[in-house]
């Protein structure tokens, strides 16, 4: 069965940098493309990119543009997601998601439990 | 300020048919298929509906959804207490080099 396990909830000062993990697993992790979505407490979802764990490929959000960077290494079916210069406003439940991309579309499948991380001084 | 407009809330007593709206653009709604993600109280998003009215296996048929150009919505029949939950439309936008954009989420509530 596909799992995505995230790592453990985070505490940062502003200015740090967190970066999360998304361990996959049921799937071959190279097949689809892996997402990163937020949502701060109370608020909505937001996408900040995506990344091809076959080719390294990323495309993020122009928002974090500068900000974000997605790797992975697939010698175990990890994606990670490094967010820099954090802000207080990050504060924010981060998600991997799956992408399955299909002659009917584009969606995320399965999802990672969301990993906390919190901006404080 | 998100970019495709989703009520902010809706309600409905258990047994009823409640429908949930969700507005965009060309770029968006209007030129790629429109997916909703039911998010349970303090679990992560899980996947209701894809490619404008499909339902995952295990969703049960009384969610639907359905587009007519740039706007989509969810409908949910014989209304259950367990739906209650945050539910957000999302979409492929072709703009800004393509990104994946929410509705803002709707919030339903079954009296």
């Known amino acids: 069965q596909v799992q995505l396990v995230q790592s453990g909830a985070e505490v940062k000062k502003p200015g740090a940098s967190v970066k999360v993990s998304c361990k996959a697993s049921?799937?071959?992790?190279?097949?689809?493309?892996m997402h990163w979505v937020r949502q701060a407490p109370g608020q909505g979802l937001e996408w900040m990119g995506w990344i091809n764990p076959n080719s390294g490929g990323t495309n993020y959000a122009q928002k974090f543009q500068g900000w974000v960077t997605m790797t992975r290494d697939t010698s175990i079916s990890t994606a990670y997601m490094e967010l820099s210069r954090l802000r207080s406003d990050d504060t924010a439940v981060y998600y991997c998601?799956?992408?399955?991309?299909?002659?009917?579309?584009?969606?995320?499948?399965?999802w990672g439990q969301g990993t906390l991380v919190t901006v404080s001084s | 300020q998100s970019v495709l407009t989703q009520p902010p809330s809706a309600s409905g007593t258990p047994g009823q048919r409640v429908t949930i709206s969700c507005s965009g653009s060309?770029?968006?709604?209007?030129?790629?298929?429109v997916n909703w993600y039911q998010q349970l109280p303090g679990t992560a998003p899980k996947l209701l509906i894809y490619?404008?009215?499909q339902r995952p296996s295990g969703v049960p048929d009384r969610f639907s959804g359905s587009k007519s150009g740039t706007s989509a919505s969810l409908a949910i029949s014989g209304l259950q207490s367990e739906d209650e939950a945050d539910y957000y439309c999302?979409?492929?936008?072709?703009?800004?080099?393509?990104?994946?954009?929410f509705g803002g989420g709707t919030k339903l509530t079954v009296l």
């Open positions: 999302a979409a492929w936008d072709d703009s800004l080099n393509g990104r994946e954009v």
């Open positions: 060309s770029s968006n709604i209007g030129s790629n298929t």
């Open positions: 998601a799956r992408e399955v991309y299909d002659s009917s579309g584009s969606y995320n499948d399965y």
């Open positions: 490619s404008n009215n």
């Open positions: 049921g799937y071959t992790f190279t097949g689809y493309y």
